[in-house]
């Protein structure tokens, strides 16, 4: 673990946490990555494996972007961040509340949608990979949602 000049307790612990999830998580990358390359194999299972593996890159690059935002906060680096504050939100909150409150319109109509959807496929939930995609949809629905409110919530919040 690399050390962090100037970094608190805190930030230091933070950082080490995040950069060690990134290191064992890489080998977890190498294997979905085997897999979702496996031609060996079911090709369902590839599928499957190459859905999670888009995943758990995102979820590996957003680590690496928290490690380096928990650098430049305890460097007092503040530029640039990969993690930018929320600071600004509020100087353009009307415009943010009128986006927000649209798209999540939008998403609470999908997640109705998807409901309705999942429902058709009771036939076919044994024998294909389709209502299982329809449900990590949904997930992806519910994660939007909760994105959006939260910038609805912070825009009013947010320092300028």
Do not use: C
């Not at 650098?71 to 929320?86: D, S, V």
């Not at 939930?125 to 995609?133: H, M, S």
């Amino acid at each position: 673990m690399s050390r962090i000049i100037g970094a608190s307790v805190w930030e230091q612990q933070l950082f080490d946490y995040v950069e060690d999830h990134v290191q064992t998580e890489a080998a977890i990358l190498d294997e979905y990555q085997r897999l979702a390359e496996d031609q060996s194999g079911s090709p369902a299972f590839r599928y499957l494996a190459t859905l999670i593996l888009d995943d758990e890159r995102r979820h590996h690059r957003m680590f690496e972007d928290l490690a380096e935002s928990v650098r430049q906060m305890a460097e007092m680096r503040l530029e640039n961040e990969p993690i930018p504050p929320l600071h600004g939100l509020r100087s353009d909150r009307e415009r943010i509340k009128a986006v927000t409150e649209r798209l999540l319109a939008a998403e609470h109509a999908d997640a109705k949608e998807l409901k309705q959807f999942e429902k058709r496929l009771r036939e076919v939930r044994d024998t294909t990979l389709w209502a299982l995609l329809v449900e990590l949809m949904q997930a992806d629905t519910a994660k939007h949602i909760k994105i959006l409110s939260f910038i609805r919530e912070r825009a009013d919040k947010a320092i300028t």
